[in-house]
Structures are given as structure tokens and as C-alpha cells.
């Protein structure tokens, strides 16, 4: 099946077959844990929805399919976002496949060089902000009110109404409702949009329990969990450097329906994550998606999981969107003369 839209059309607002934009997003393996599920507790059974597997790299093509087909069929030359990266990286290629002109608006400095990369080379006019995605936000919220441009964040309804597609082929891939459904928490739509889809899913007789949402933010820029706004959000994983989630009501009405929570991670967490992850299931996603599973294993050390409990964590991003966070906290390669001993010295076998 090419890509979210036809696969689940019923479920959204496509009107003109002939504006539909993909690249063939979606359909991204859920894969079943064994060494890491060991490692955290033998008594749950844990799976990763690998999104790092989408065309751009991360889950936010899902919603940017529709999004941008949406732009296209109501008439729009032009969109335009605030990023902490994925997002600018999906509406650069989705616009480029549809023949729009993207503006993303980023903060300096603060996004991963494979992201920033993907937007210069899919040709969008990329806005570096001295300032956080906080303020770039507000900005292009200003922007697209005054000039005929749609906004492609989480804000447009659309987005959503895609990534929900997530939550349908979970049920589907899994032939099961997981007990728990784990994801990293920035400006808070992918939460929204999982719980969504999990409920239509429901009322419309295809699944017959909900899982229970739980979402992690980085303790530097936990403003759910702190019940405040951060105005300087600090984190490692920098695609959740996020101070004032856009979803924030749409969050806690998913955390508080559903009966799950909404916790914290730290950095050093966070990273001890993303390392087991790539060492012990041999998949690389990115800092932000490793705080998933890094809420998994603070969650559990708190008995907070029951025998026979199965877990979806989803990994939101592709590891090879940020080389320089994976090479830093890897230490230095080995260095040695092209000599066969010397090789044959630190073989340890
Ligand atoms: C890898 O790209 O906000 O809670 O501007 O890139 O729906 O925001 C990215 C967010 C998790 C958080 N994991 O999702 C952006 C942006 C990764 C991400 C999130 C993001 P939301």
C-alpha cells in the first residue's frame, strides 16, 4: 500500500484523489524486544515502533502527508513551521514533492546537523532564530494569520488526523491492543494524535480495549510534569527542547482518560536509552525517542508494570538524524598502524 492516506482513507479528511501527496510513508515495523525486554524485566513484553523507518526519518510524515495534501487541494502556494528539527526536515521533502515553497523557522544552533541537513537539501528557506521553538513558534503562528501561507506544526489539524495512522497500525500489526502505549512528550501532538487513534479505533469495533498513555518529557523541559512553563528549556535531546507545549490540554486529557501518566526523564537517562537500545535490539533512533523507553525503565524500577503487561515505546526518530550525539557520548575509535598483529592484539579472542 503507498503510503497512510490510502492505506487508512476512511479514517481521513481527503477529499481530491489527485492532490495526495506521499512518499510512500508509514507502514514502519513493530518489532518485539528480546534482549532489552530481558534487561528491563522478563515479565512484560516489550515492543519499539520503529518511526526512524519513515521517508524523512521520523513519525512526523505521517501528518505531513495529509497536511500538505490538504495545503495543495484547498489552493496553498506556501507553508511554513517553527522546528526543533523533524518537523522542518518533513515539510521540506513533502513540499518539494508537491511543489510548494516551505519556510521553517529553527533554533540556532539547537537542532541535529542531519536534520537541518535535509531541509537546505530539499530546498526550504530555513530561518535560524536566536531564540527557542518556543518563541519561533508564536512567531509563525503571527506570520501565517498575516499572509497567505499554511502553517504545517501540530497546530493544523491535519497533522494530527496523519500521525493518529500510528496508533491504527499498532492494533493492526500487534492483532492486539498493547496494555501501555510509551512516547517521548514535546509540543505534545504525537500523544494526542496516538490517543485519537486509539479511540476511533474503538468506536469503530476494531479494537476493543484502549492502552493506557504514558508520556515522557526531559527533565529540562518538563512543563506537563512541572505544571509550568519553562521559558528555557534545556535538554540533550533537542527535539523535546520544548518550554510550552502547543497540545499541552490535548496531553493530560490523553494521560487522564486513558489512566496513565506523564513523567519526567533526565539526560542521563535518556541517554542510557538510547545506548541499550542500539547495543542490546540493534536499532538506532534518536536521543528524543530513547526518552520512550528511558520512562520505561524508570517506570519499572517503581513496580509500576504488572506480569503479562505489554508495552509499545515508539521510536519517533531515525538515530543517523544526529551522527554528533551518537559519536560524543561513544568515546574515540581505535587508531592503529595498518598491521595485521596489531589488530590481532586487541581482538581479545
Ligand atoms: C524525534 O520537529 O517538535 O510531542 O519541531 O522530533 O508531537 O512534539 C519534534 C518533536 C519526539 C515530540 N521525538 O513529539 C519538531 C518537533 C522526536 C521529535 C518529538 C519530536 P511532539
Redesign the pocket.
Known amino acids: 500500500m503507498e503510503g497512510i492516506i490510502k492505506k487508512y482513507r476512511e479514517f481521513l479528511p481527503i477529499k481530491d484523489d489527485s492532490k495526495i501527496i506521499t512518499l510512500n510513508e508509514g507502514n514502519t515495523p513493530l518489532i518485539r524486544t528480546s534482549r532489552l525486554r530481558d534487561y528491563i524485566n522478563r515479565g512484560i513484553d516489550l515492543y519499539l515502533k520503529y518511526e526512524g523507518l519513515n521517508p524523512s526519518g521520523?513519525?512526523?510524515d505521517r501528518g505531513m502527508t495529509v497536511a500538505i495534501s490538504k495545503a495543495l487541494e484547498e489552493g496553498s502556494k506556501a507553508v511554513i513551521?517553527?522546528?526543533?528539527?523533524?518537523?522542518?526536515?518533513?515539510a521540506a521533502a513533502y513540499a518539494a514533492k508537491g511543489g510548494l515553497k516551505a519556510y521553517v523557522l529553527i533554533p540556532k544552533g539547537k537542532i541535529a546537523l542531519g536534520?537541518l541537513s535535509q531541509a537546505m537539501m530539499h530546498g526550504a528557506v530555513v530561518i535560524q532564530l536566536d531564540g527557542n521553538?518556543d518563541e519561533a513558534l508564536k512567531i509563525v503562528r503571527d506570520v501565517s494569520g498575516k499572509r497567505p501561507i499554511t502553517m504545517v506544526?501540530?497546530l493544523n489539524p491535519y497533522r494530527i488526523e496523519g500521525?493518529k495512522t500510528a496508533a491504527f497500525e499498532i492494533c493492526d500489526q500487534l492483532g492486539s491492543v498493547p496494555t501501555f502505549h510509551s512516547?517521548?512528550?514535546?509540543?505534545?501532538?504525537?500523544?494526542?494524535?496516538y490517543w485519537k487513534g486509539f479511540k476511533e479505533y474503538k468506536s469503530c469495533g476494531r479494537i476493543s480495549s484502549l492502552p493506557k498513555m504514558i508520556?515522557f518529557q526531559a527533565e529540562g523541559a518538563a512543563p506537563i510534569v512541572r505544571g509550568k512553563i519553562i521559558k528555557a528549556p534545556e535538554t540533550v535531546?533537542t527535539?523535546?527542547r520544548?518550554g510550552n507545549?502547543a497540545?499541552w490540554k490535548q496531553?493530560e486529557a490523553a494521560r487522564d482518560e486513558s489512566g496513565g501518566t506523564i513523567d519526567m526523564v533526565s539526560d542521563e537517562e535518556i541517554i542510557n536509552a538510547y545506548q541499550l537500545i542500539a547495543r542490546y535490539e540493534g536499532i538506532f533512533c534518536?536521543p528524543?525517542?530513547a526518552?520512550s523507553v528511558a520512562g520505561v525503565i524508570k517506570l519499572n524500577k517503581e513496580g509500576y508494570f504488572k506480569k503479562g503487561d505489554s508495552i509499545v515505546c515508539t521510536l519517533?526518530?531515525h538515530g543517523l538524524?544526529d551522527p554528533e550525539s551518537a559519536i560524543k557520548i561513544s568515546g574515540e575509535p581505535i587508531t592503529l598502524p595498518p598491521e595485521v598483529d596489531k589488530i590481532l592484539e586487541i581482538l581479545e579472542l
Open positions: 521520523s513519525f512526523k513551521c517553527a522546528s526543533t528539527g523533524n518537523t522542518s526536515a518533513s536534520k521553538f506544526n501540530s500521525q512516547l517521548p512528550v514535546g509540543n505534545a501532538g504525537n500523544i494526542t494524535a508520556g535531546a527535539a523535546i520544548i507545549p497540545s496531553a534518536e528524543a525517542s526518552a519517533t526518530g538524524k
